[in-house]
């Protein structure tokens, strides 16, 4: 499996991020539910991020909260999941920052780092798997079940 990324559009604080997952073997790959995230800091240690399946009623997207369907990922095929925060800031705190993203796409499968690719790569200076992920003070994300 290759998880990437190339997309994050924001409007008014909104944030929406697109992940597609590429079976990238030779056997069907089954997907049932959300995947499991995990922000990092610079360090890659984990942030306090609270993880909502669904919108989390931090905006309304079509589609965001359509319940899980099982999905049989064939070889050279893709599903895709999507993140969802605000970069709202209302703290004496320093805001949150994520530079890195793990998901596990099921349960019982392995982490793996999410690769920036396409528009979401910002500079040759930038390390392979750096993704930017401003979460303000809210330290909230939506994450939407895997689809087609």
């Not at 290759?2 to 994050?8: E, G, I, P, Q």
């Not at 990922?73 to 705190?93: C, D, F, I």
């Not at 349960?107 to 790569?121: F, I, T």
Request: charged fraction near 30%.
């Amino acid at each position: 499996m290759r998880l990437t990324t190339d997309l994050v559009e924001v409007a008014m604080g909104l944030r929406l991020m697109h992940v597609e997952l590429a079976n990238c073997g030779d056997r069907p790959y089954r997907l049932n539910g959300y995947p499991r995230v995990r922000v990092l800091d610079e360090q890659r240690r984990a942030l306090d991020v609270r993880v909502e399946r669904g919108s989390a009623d931090i905006a309304t997207v079509d589609g965001f909260d359509t319940p899980p369907e099982a999905i049989t990922v064939r070889p050279g095929e893709h599903a895709e999941a999507q993140l969802m925060w605000r970069n709202t800031h209302a703290s004496m705190n320093a805001p949150q920052v994520g530079e890195y993203l793990k998901i596990a796409p099921a349960r019982d499968r392995p982490w793996q780092s999410v690769v920036p690719v396409g528009r979401e790569r910002n500079s040759p200076e930038q390390e392979r798997d750096e993704i930017t992920i401003n979460l303000g003070s809210t330290g909230e994300l939506g994450v939407r079940a895997w689809f087609r």
